[in-house]
């Protein structure tokens, strides 16, 4: 706890440092902590809990602990207990579903607020990730977190509205705060050369894991089967990266889709793209789509839960529509190939295009680093803050 002469102690906890958009986020927060009236800043630690290599750097002076997790979440659990009890933070903030479990568990026994972010929509993760026994098991797993936890943070509504409605999280006790960007440094990363061999003059882009959620076969199809002039890039690794690769090569289209791999600074490709296209099944919040905007891409996407039709500007894509001129971005139904053709037709139009990439950097000024940072660290003063007037009644 803060005294006159000890820094308040603040304990972040996530898996590892890996290139996800949790990670962003978190090292993104970490920038922005404030400092105190009386000139001083609290005391910041960071817990991982797995032993595996960075990706993402951290401010010098934050306090780093590395566990030896091994993704189980019993040892996670175990050995954040003891490395918690030895800290003794005033509170803990924690990213990702075994973080979450844990922290929410070790707060509850040792009588330290927490908060948990809730980064993904749980409901259409677990359906896409289990089925039967398995699925229901893991569908009881996230209510223990939310019912551990002094607070709860959803990165968009769709993932509040999910934690609800699917797996009893109190409302009461539930705020969303959206991810935060460093629009400045993406620009800046936008600007440079792209590192990709051969890069064309023209071409769209898609961007993310090549898994089954992100649906990168129906961008594919939908782009072949608009006929462009020029090819579709897609940036990234996954286990689907072989059945692609001979998708791509059966439809001998390998002139036109560019199996790209994920680069270290994927900015400095995005930044040149015609426009972005994400096909995705569920997401969170989409980091990726709103990169885009951040550069002025224009972007069209699915209306997946959660998170594309909120930051376009609409609760949902239109049902008697196939396509959705939405006010910052077009979104169209999940799994339609016709609607995501007819949307990559429609965005090819000089002036479509030329008013979605003014209306993608409006939109990005709603999500710099300053507003949303300052919106998680209000809230962690404000639990702090209550969690400790409740401690000295």
């Given at each position: ?9 603040v304990m972040f906890v996530i ?81 990702l579903l075994r973080a979450n ?293």
């Open positions: 706890m803060k005294t006159e002469n000890t820094p308040r102690r898996n590892s440092l890996g290139y996800g958009g949790a990670e962003r986020a978190l090292t993104n927060i970490l920038a922005t902590r404030p400092k105190h009236t009386d000139g001083t800043s609290d005391e910041i630690h960071l817990v991982l809990l797995d032993t595996l290599p960075d990706a993402r750097p951290v401010p010098p002076d934050v306090i780093l602990h590395r566990l030896n997790g091994r993704g189980s979440l019993i040892r996670s659990m175990l050995q954040l207990r003891q490395i918690t009890a030895k800290i003794r933070p005033a509170i803990m903030i924690a990213l479990l844990a922290t929410a568990i070790v707060g509850r026994m040792l009588h330290i607020p927490t908060i948990i972010c809730e980064r993904m929509h749980v409901s259409s993760h677990l359906a896409q990730k289990y089925r039967g026994v398995r699925r229901r098991l893991f569908s009881r797993l996230p209510r223990i977190g939310y019912s551990f936890s002094t607070h709860i943070l959803a990165v968009s509504r769709g993932v509040a509205d999910d934690m609800v409605e699917q797996h009893s999280a109190n409302p009461s006790k539930l705020s969303i705060i959206n991810n935060p960007f460093d629009l400045a440094r993406i620009r800046a990363d936008g600007a440079a050369a792209s590192s990709v061999p051969n890069i064309p003059a023209r071409f769209a882009i898609a961007i993310g894991r090549l898994e089954p959620a992100k649906n990168m076969k129906l961008a594919i199809d939908a782009f072949l089967a608009a006929k462009l002039d020029f090819p579709l890039m897609i940036l990234g690794e996954g286990s689907l990266r072989p059945a692609l690769q001979h998708y791509i090569e059966q439809q001998q289209a390998q002139d036109r889709i560019i199996l790209a791999s994920y680069q270290d600074n994927p900015f400095a490709t995005l930044a040149k793209a015609q426009f972005y296209i994400s096909a995705s099944r569920n997401e969170g919040f989409p980091n990726a789509m709103m990169e885009a905007m951040i550069l002025g891409i224009p972007v069209i996407a699915t209306d997946c839960p959660s998170g594309p039709a909120e930051i376009a500007g609409v609760e949902s894509a239109d049902p008697t529509a196939p396509v959705t001129l939405a006010p910052y971005a077009i979104i169209v139904p999940m799994d339609r190939q016709d609607a995501l053709t007819s949307a990559i037709t429609q965005i090819c139009k000089a002036d479509l295009n030329q008013h979605y990439r003014a209306q993608s950097l409006l939109r990005a000024e709603d999500f710099t680093l300053e507003k949303i940072g300052a919106h998680y660290w209000r809230k962690i003063e404000q639990i702090a803050q209550s969690a400790r007037r409740r401690s000295t009644k």
